[in-house]
């Protein structure tokens, strides 16, 4: 089939499926670059795997980097990550181990979020979103 259609493996999905999900709550960190592209590109990998072991300690990251590239100091830094954990004392915790965080790239704020409607997403063999 050319255009059917496959779920997308976004972390954010799958976890409404598994019962721990129930017992988590949602946190998004928001944050702002404040040094300049070189300095801050230089802190992704150590930011990447962080994010690796958050997802292999179970707490279900979606990060990225906002489209317009904009940071504070318009160099181009500046994203958000979606993730659970059990409280906001962990969740302040995990955020703070952050590379960014701990290198000073970022200038960060820290949400709970409360999720009121969830949809479910996917995705085209082309990477075009649609229904199932």
Not at 44 to 66: D, K, N, Q, V
Not at 113 to 129: C, D, I, K, M, Y
Request: net charge negative; hydrophobic share 45%.
């Amino acid at each position: 089939m050319a255009y059917g259609w496959a779920p997308v493996v976004f972390p954010f999905v799958f976890p409404f499926f598994d019962p721990l999900f129930l017992t988590m709550a949602w946190f998004v960190k928001l944050e702002e670059g404040i040094v300049a592209k070189d300095q801050f590109d230089a802190v992704i990998p150590a930011h990447l795997r962080w994010l690796a072991e958050l997802e292999a300690t179970g707490h279900s990251p979606s990060s990225g980097y906002w489209a317009e590239r904009k940071g504070l100091n318009g160099d181009g830094a500046g994203g958000m990550l979606l993730f659970s954990a059990q409280d906001w004392a962990q969740a302040d915790a995990l955020v703070r181990t952050d590379p960014l965080i701990e290198q000073g790239c970022v200038r960060w704020s820290l949400h709970q979020w409360n999720l009121v409607f969830a949809s479910q997403l996917f995705r085209s063999e082309t990477g075009s979103p649609g229904p199932r």
